[in-house]
């Protein structure tokens, strides 16, 4: 067994390549490198999201808390509330974060390759993107 007390790792903040917005995540994993998975708890400003990006190996994001935006490219942008659990496929291009006016807070685990890698960066999600047609509208 082994205990990660709060306050071990310190909340990481927001990378301006990274996001748009305040966004800031503690991990959460208490994993060996072996295991080759990462978590972390996402907490998102109102109209904060994450650039585009890719997972090789997919991700799954669980909304605690707020109300979030995400979407993968080409397709319209989704609504997520709390209790909804979104999975992005391996090499899905997608954004995910907060609604333009509530925060949004979400858990997302990934498998990382045999490299450690988990994402691959793309450019910024542009305010134009961010405002697109939503699904069911």
């Known amino acids: 067994m082994k205990v990660i007390r709060s306050g071990q790792r310190p909340t990481q903040v927001s990378r301006p390549t990274w996001f748009t917005g305040d966004v800031s995540w503690d991990r959460v994993d208490a994993f060996p490198p ?80 045999a490299d450690g890698v988990t994402f691959e960066l793309d450019d910024l999600v542009t305010d134009e993107e961010y405002g697109g047609p939503r699904a069911g509208a």
């Open 34 to 113: 072996e295991a080759r998975i990462e978590a972390a708890y996402v907490h998102f400003a109102p109209g904060a999201r994450t650039a585009w990006h890719t997972h090789e190996l997919g991700q799954s994001i669980w909304v605690t808390e707020g109300e979030g935006l995400c979407q993968r490219d080409g397709q319209p942008i989704e609504r997520i509330f709390p209790g909804d659990c979104v999975y992005f496929e391996p090499g899905e291009r997608h954004w995910h974060g907060a609604a333009p006016d509530r925060l949004m807070v979400h858990l997302a685990i990934k498998p990382t390759d």
